[in-house]
């Protein structure tokens, strides 16, 4: 292609003012060479297009093959976080059109960038366009009219990312290309882009990940025999569950992209994703999130189609939309982008995990004709990274040139949006949410008030007490006064939702006539997915306000808007001793801040109160921390810090206590999947309580391990059906070589500070390490198991009388579920009122006792009439059968006729029974928020089980206390069991008297 262009730019004065201007002297012409290295690379040819078949050259802008030694797709190489930083670098020294910023820094320390590319008069304006998509998105006080005047001024902003997951390697190394052919190619279709819109190309989200994955790929490619590493973190916590992070901001990555997002106000934001062939473009296959203005579904459809369309008429090959995702839950990066009124949206391509250039087979479904793929992948071909650098360059162009062209269309939208999220409040409700400012957990309400307002959310506070209607509308009966509890759900009644309730003073409220009202109602909301719509792609169900039990109410009476109130900074919790006396006492309030409390002191002596008590007039729970003959000055600074109310007394209380410890924990991980523990380990760290991670192979050659550790944590293995006892004692199977994970010259980034090393990742626990941890809880440790992991203890012959099992109809797909708590005098529930929600995914469902039939053992038996009728036995008189109805508790310590005989063989000792601690409420109460098809599997079951062991204890949890930092409400439950480790015993309940009673009956008879 001849494209022997010559530029000629002069400064001109505009305003008054000398702009930038690309150097007269520049010359624009065709590079020859990387261009055939293109054509080389390229398979075939409907893996390309016009817009990426060739690079033009430019005397002032040195392209990515004269700065890194290759064209961008060349096969076998990737680069490291920092040379496609430097390029970027280069560019901005070298064009007036390439503007780079930085946009933050990842755990391990690496930069992220904003890369800022578009006409140099443009750039030479970024604050002034910065400014008018910020007035835009918060139209309170603007005219129509002069919105429109700033819609014609302004320029719509096309952000574009790269590799938030790590595996997923394409997208950086495209970033760069796209960089230099906006800075540099002179066609009018790049010029349109460049003239009209800006784009910002963030090249690499997870820059820790990139660069281990780099790491592995160039020693895989330079040790081609060897077998190639896994990936055992993708960044560094958690693996793609990174790109589920925008409801708890727990990740550097995200905080970063979202405050970018809030700086500039991007129109779009494209997530550059790689997995399915050949190119998938986001719509989706809905439910949609319902909670978003509908005029962006139409955008994702408009934009899809268009790039469809675009890539289709030039012969290539399989473009697609539609059956990949759904569009509901709002927790992915492009979240950041919908929630606030902008377009998010990502592409799918045929990523190779690297740069191989392989045969590729495909079969069904992926080969299948669809309405939404008319024009399907092939069932073999060669595919190349180049291949794969052509779809997304070339589709991500029409979408970029889309935005261009019809910019005021998209701004338009962008400002109605912001205006109509504006008219929330009125015209759909609610009017707001309250936070109530007797919250018995004020940290978390502050913690969670703090994340809301990280996110754009505006807080504000009632100066006095405010009553208000919770609810108006005419399908008002489906809402309830949440004025009694946590969630609209419980406890109340349709009565109670036209009651009013009192909003005390300091009430913290979200008015829904504010910018990102969407977002807000969005994460506070309650959730229902219908199990007829599609499979859902993640989570149903993410109530915040219940997973953080913190209290909320849905607000529709509109005259709270125009009470008394203040816009709020941050919300900060004041700490501080009250009183004299030289006993402490803090009411455990299940605030995680105590925990980072324990820590902070762990070398003073804390007692735990065994059952609640009154000290002084004031009302403390079971569990509250005690302390005496303290420093008192030390545990001041403390308590306000961390937001921590203390009150001293003369007197002791009256009240049983026991030791509160400050345990030596271990999170445990294997060398296969690392995506739970991530969870985990972020929560601890955010909340500065130490603990060891440990690999599944170090416990195989540790012995003694009660000697080091107190409480060991099994986060849920691996994938969603969690890790098999088989696939856990094997690990990566012992073949060939050592593989050990620790840096090296030509793998300098596996390991950073927090992370663990070995000399070999195979072998995994094995039946020495199953053996180690058994002798670790018969020696008094206590091993908590979660979700999928709680399958090791069980299946190990770890715990008496405790099944689980997989009901098949069961579907949860992730849900928010209500428990409630069972065993008050139990330490794992101090501090906890009598409800908890708590998330819940898929099994195991728990089962406890001797009598684990199948609950339809309990249906009628067969005959006349209907399931409902009473069974009526021919030739005698009807007798109605006793009712008996025996709760949960008593089902479960129930022994059938048939093993009575066996009881005392086959019933542990009294103290060595399971103890329900949390149990899932009855059917119809279970649902808060999402789907859950085969409720009655899990109603009434156990979420949290407490086994003796030995002189330790195994705890099984049905839940994930510890989900992508969203179940703040939880955490407790599992701090609870490590402060009272040594004395989980406490308060054990009357089903060992009733199981006492049950074997000594047994044996007189
Ligand atoms: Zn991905």
């Known amino acids: 292609m001849k494209r022997i262009l010559l530029s000629l730019f002069v400064c001109v004065l505009l305003n008054g003012k000398v702009k930038a201007q690309v150097p007269a002297n520049c010359q624009v012409g065709d590079d020859a060479t990387y261009t055939k290295q293109i054509r080389e690379n390229t398979t075939e040819p409907f893996f390309s297009t016009e817009l990426v078949d060739h690079l033009p050259s430019s005397t002032c802008v040195p392209s990515p093959e004269k700065f890194l030694h290759h064209i961008i797709g060349a096969p076998n190489v990737l680069d490291h976080v920092e040379q496609i930083n430097a390029y970027m670098r280069l560019l901005e020294k070298n064009t007036p059109r390439v503007k780079v910023f930085s946009i933050g820094k990842s755990e391990e320390g690496r930069e992220m960038l904003a890369v800022m590319v578009s006409d140099a008069e443009n750039v030479g304006k970024l604050d002034r366009f910065k400014e008018i998509t910020a007035r835009l998105a918060d139209p309170r006080g603007l005219s129509d009219q002069d919105a429109q005047k700033l819609i014609a001024e302004a320029k719509p902003i096309y952000w574009a990312d790269g590799s938030i ?120 296959t809905g439910p949609y999130n319902a909670w978003l203005d509908p005029i962006v579904i139409s955008e994702w459809q408009g934009m899809a189609y268009h790039e469809i369309e675009e890539m289709t008429k030039r012969g290539v090959i399989g473009v697609w939309t539609h059956g990949f995702y759904d569009g509901w839950a709002p927790n992915y990066l492009l979240s950041i982008a919908n929630g606030h009124n902008s377009i998010g949206r990502f592409y799918e391509t045929f990523g190779n995990g690297g740069a191989d250039t392989e045969v590729r087979k495909l079969n069904p479904p992926d080969t299948n004709r669809e309405w939404y793929r008319p024009n399907p992948p092939l069932p073999e071909v060669k595919w190349s990274a180049r291949d794969n650098i052509n779809m997304q360059e ?92 946590t969630h609209p759900k419980s406890g109340s009644t349709d009565k109670d939702a036209n009651k009013p309730v009192t909003l005390p003073k300091g009430s913290y409220v979200i008015r829904m006539d504010q910018p990102y009202s969407r977002l807000a109602d969005m994460l506070l909301d309650t959730q229902y997915y219908n199990p007829r719509d599609p499979r859902s792609y993640d989570d149903t169900g993410w109530t915040l306000g219940a997973l953080r039990n913190v209290k909320t109410v849905r607000v529709m009476d509109v005259s709270l808007l125009n009470k008394s109130m203040r816009k709020m900074a941050d919300v900060e919790v004041a700490g501080s001793v009250a009183g004299s006396g030289g006993t402490l006492l803090i009411n455990h309030n299940t605030d995680n801040t105590l925990a980072t409390f324990r820590y902070k002191l762990a070398d003073v002596p804390m007692e735990a109160a065994e059952g609640p008590f009154e000290a002084e007039g004031v009302k403390f729970n079971a569990g509250s921390f ?60 955010e909340l500065k309580i130490p603990y060891t991670y440990i690999a599944d192979t170090k416990l195989r050659v540790t012995d003694h391990l009660r000697d080091k550790f107190d409480v060991m944590i099994l986060p849920p293995g691996g994938g969603s059906g969690g890790a098999s006892l088989s696939s856990t004692i094997q690990g990566i199977p012992v073949r060939g070589s050592a593989l050990p994970w620790k840096n090296s010259a030509d793998m300098p980034n596996l390991v950073a500070p927090g992370l663990d090393e070995t000399d070999d990742i195979r072998g995994g626990l094995g039946y020495t390490g199953l053996a180690n941890i058994e002798q670790f809880v018969r020696d008094g440790g206590v091993l908590i198991a979660a979700q999928s992991s709680a399958g090791l203890p069980v299946s190990a012959g770890m715990t008496q009388l405790v099944n689980l099992n997989n009901p098949q109809g069961l579907n949860a797909p992730g849900s928010v579920l209500l428990s409630t708590v069972e065993d008050n005098k139990s ?179």
């Open 394 to 485: 070339s589709a991500i162009l029409f979408g970029m040139n889309n935005v261009a062209s019809n910019k005021e269309q998209f701004l338009n939208n962008f400002y109605l949006k912001g205006k109509r999220a504006i008219a929330k409040a009125q015209t759909e409700g609610p009017a707001a949410w309250a936070f109530p400012a007797d919250d018995p957990r004020p940290a978390e309400q502050a913690r969670f008030l703090n994340l809301l307002e990280k996110q754009g959310i505006e807080i504000s506070r009632l100066d006095a007490d405010t009553q208000v209607l919770p609810n108006l509308q005419k399908q008002g009966s489906e809402w309830k006064s949440a004025s009694s509890d």
């Open 165 to 284: 997951h790590s595996p997923e390697t394409g997208a950086p190394e495209m970033l760069m290309e796209l960089a230099y052919r906006l800075a540099v190619e002179d066609t009018p279709f790049i010029q349109k882009i460049r003239n009209d819109a800006i784009v910002m190309i963030t090249p690499v989200v997870e820059v820790d990940g990139r660069d281990r994955e780099v790491d592995i790929y160039m020693h895989h490619v330079n040790h081609p025999q060897d077998p190639r590493y896994p990936l055992v973190w993708w960044g560094h916590y958690v693996a793609h569950d990174n790109n589920r992070d925008d409801l708890g901001l727990t990740l550097a990555l995200s905080r970063n992209m979202l405050k970018t997002f809030l700086e500039w106000h991007p129109t779009v934001m494209h997530d550059l994703h790689e997995s399915v062939p050949y190119l998938y473009i986001m719509t989706g």
């Open 827 to 1005: 330490p794992i529930a101090y501090g906890y009122s009598d409800k908890l929600y708590v998330y819940f995914h898929d099994g195991p469902v728990m089962n406890v006792g001797i009598n684990q039939q199948n609950p339809e053992a309990n249906a009628r038996s067969s005959g006349r009439g209907s399931a409902g009728d009473p069974d009526v036995i021919q030739a005698r008189a009807y007798q109605e059968p006793e009712k008996v109805k025996r709760t949960p508790r008593e089902q479960e310590l129930y022994i059938p006729d048939q093993v009575r005989q066996l009881a005392s063989l086959l019933l542990p000792p009294p103290s060595e029974m399971p103890r329900v601690v949390l149990r899932f409420a009855a059917e119809k109460d279970l649902v808060l928020s999402g789907m859950l098809v085969g409720a009655k599997d899990v109603a009434e079951k156990p979420v949290v089980v407490d086994v003796p062991h030995g002189k330790g204890h195994v705890l099984l949890f049905a839940n994930n206390p510890f989900w992508r930092d969203e179940t703040m409400g939880s955490f407790f439950l599992v701090f609870n069991a490590m402060f009272n480790y040594d004395h989980l015993n406490a308060g054990v309940q009357p089903s060992a008297a009733t199981n006492r009673e049950a074997q000594s009956k047994s044996r007189e008879e």
């Open 626 to 685: 005690i302390i005496r003959n303290a420093d008192r000055g030390r545990i001041e600074a403390a308590a306000k810090e961390l937001g921590i109310q203390i009150r001293a007394t003369a007197s002791a209380p009256k009240v049983a206590t026991h030791a509160l410890q400050a345990p030596r924990v271990a999170i445990v991980h294997s060398w296969t999947n690392t995506q739970n523990d991530g969870w985990y380990r972020v929560a601890f760290d």
